[in-house]
């Protein structure tokens, strides 16, 4: 079982942002991703939004730390745990600019960056970015190829219907000759973006039952990520059973890698938590059997 961890303190969801979140800051963050790194855990994320308008905040947290900023911070902190945005919204961005922000993210986390990629759904956002809201589907579905095209090459090219670009130099690049897509959504549309143009799928607000239709009607390529959350903060160390329980319904709904909220009342306590979870996920082994960096 694979299992990655929505990072506590930089999104603050109601329901799922503890009261020690609330003047915790990076280096209880950092102190987090270390212990995930050394416990075998599979990546940590950061989300992007803006400005969120206040109405919304109430519902879906203001808080969103820049995952550019917080990703960099993170991966000199850690050694082998992947960093993912879940995700960066394509619409706020030109594809060549994610190309060349993350692509040196890569380079300097030694290959190590997942870009979690969606269409975005807060119209007054885009609308104070100047970003098209309207046709958001369609940038996406153009700035998907022109952002792999870019990532991974010191001389990219693209010719679409909304990028293109050629004699350029966009260096530094991307060291992973395939940065991993992984296409947020909850939409049968997302699900096959994801399956044209990523690498997994990250859909959101759906019920397991519904997960497992979904992807039973899809063929999905070899390799490609599914990766589900589990669903409320899971309590490993004082609810050992419901946590298990919540990993096996999670898989069984068709998750090739487990997102989790971590309940706790601290950093420490997150890091016991933690502790407890790899346990339970068999993770432990796996990080003492897994190569170190360099070897």
């Known amino acids: ?156 090219t693209y010719d679409g219907a909304r990028f293109a670009f050629s004699d350029v130099v966009v260096e530094p690049c991307a060291v992973q000759p395939r940065v991993p897509f992984w296409i947020g959504g909850h939409t049968p549309r997302s699900l096959r973006r994801a399956v044209e143009h990523g690498d997994g799928w990250i859909p959101f607000g759906l019920p397991h039952d519904r997960l497992r239709e979904m992807l039973d009607r899809a063929p999905l390529p070899d390799g490609f990520e599914v990766v589900l959350g589990a669903g409320r903060p899971v309590d490993p160390v004082g609810e050992p059973d419901r946590t298990r329980r919540a990993l096996e319904r999670t898989v069984a709904a068709g998750a090739s890698v487990v997102n989790v909220h971590v309940s706790a009342t601290s950093a420490d306590h997150y890091v016991d938590q933690l502790a407890r979870l790899a346990e339970l996920a068999g993770l432990a082994e796996l990080a003492l059997t897994a190569p170190q960096e360099g070897t």
Request: glycine fraction near 12%; aromatic fraction near 8%.
């Open 1 to 156: 079982m694979r299992v990655g961890i929505t990072s506590p303190v930089v999104t603050g969801l109601p329901g799922f942002f503890g009261a020690w979140e609330q003047d915790a800051g990076i280096e209880e963050l950092a102190t987090i991703a270390d212990a995930a790194d050394r416990l075998g855990f599979d990546h940590l994320t950061c989300s992007e939004h803006v400005a969120v308008p206040t109405a919304i905040a109430e519902q879906r947290g203001g808080r969103y730390w820049d995952p550019l900023a917080t990703l960099s911070f993170l991966a000199a902190r850690t050694t082998r745990i992947r960093l993912a945005t879940q995700v960066l919204v394509l619409g706020y961005h030109h594809p060549v600019a994610i190309a060349k922000r993350y692509g040196t993210l890569d380079l300097l986390s030694g290959g190590r960056l997942v870009l979690g990629l969606g269409i975005g759904s807060i119209e007054e956002e885009f609308d104070l970015l100047g970003a098209d809201f309207a046709g958001r589907g369609a940038v996406a579905d153009d700035a998907l190829p022109a952002l792999r095209a870019a990532l991974s090459g010191r001389t990219p």
